[in-house]
């Protein structure tokens, strides 16, 4: 199977199946020299792992990560860096009758026809679990970039029908509510419309959405990789995502040339500015020094326990009801997804950009 690689200058792939024995990913090209260690990563885990709250799957993995390679005395050795986390709460015998026949809003047809064989059981190379290596891959990046004053922030935007008040907005809130939303009044609301889907046998989507801060201008390349056509790369790649959008994004469309374009102006300070910013920090490609907005929207989940029409592999028209233990809603256990993806992203056009000055390259290495 292609595809499992991501990156230019920092490079990470993904390994690992949802009922394997582990999943993990390797990342090529992380600089030597910055201190990590396992509690790094877990943090960023931790946030994604199930079993945490109503509004998550009740299945229950601690997702402790073990770091196997390129780390040495506590510091990036330069090397490819292994990370491993092991499968502990499998229940294959729920996805049994699943090899017969093929889920709605899943890829078991895809899958089967790309490749006339499918690992069933949890869904295998397409579960949501595959998302772990993105997971600790971009871990590590959000650690350096955090190191440069370079803040990488998602949260839920909305669930369903319930949307975040941002003059609420409460960084702190991200962290503690059970919907990873920065707004605890609509995050309770949010709740009470997850039991209620719940109870119907039914399930949610949302919008997640992202602010990175403190990144300087000039990031990103202007033709084919732009920072706003690789951070839409990176989102869409996650599975439950189908849409993003970059600054006020498909609301442009409605407005006229005066409304859409961003004022520049020179601060008290002396610093370039954007009066506003239609734009969502990116301009021809490239960071203009605002912040980067991207919103990623995210499917209800597939797998619900109502009945539901398919066919089986006989080609015969079935109906179904799927087993096994599913979130009501994906979105919260992504952001996190959102997040780091964001990160790995910038670092690596960070490091591009590194060569895109003669002068860069004169002062750094000139003797």
Known sequence: MSGSI???NIQ???WGESHGK???VVVDGFPAGMELNEEDIQKFLDRRKPGTSAATTSRKEDDLVEILSGVFMGKTTGTPISLMVRNTSQRSSDYSEIAQYYRPGHADYGFDQKYGFRDYTGGGRSSGRETIGRVAAGAICSKLLSQMGIEVCAYTKSIGSVTADMDKFDKSAILITPTAMPDIDADKRAMELIAKARN???SLGGIIECQITGLPSGIGEPVFDKLDALLARAVMSIGAVKAIEIGDGTKVSTYIGSENND???VSEEGKVVKKTN???????GISDGSTIIIRAYVKPTPSIARTQQTINKQGENIEINI???HDPVVVPRAVVVVET???HTVLDLMISNMASKADNLINFYKK
């Open 12 to 14: 990470f792939s993904t």
């Open 341 to 343: 993806m964001c990160a």
């Open 200 to 202: 119907m046998q039914d």
């Open 263 to 265: 004022a520049f102006a």
């Open 278 to 284: 239609h734009s969502g920090g990116i301009l021809g």
């Open 22 to 24: 582990a999943l993990g």
């Open 6 to 8: 991501i990156g230019k």
């Open 323 to 325: 087993k096994g233990r």
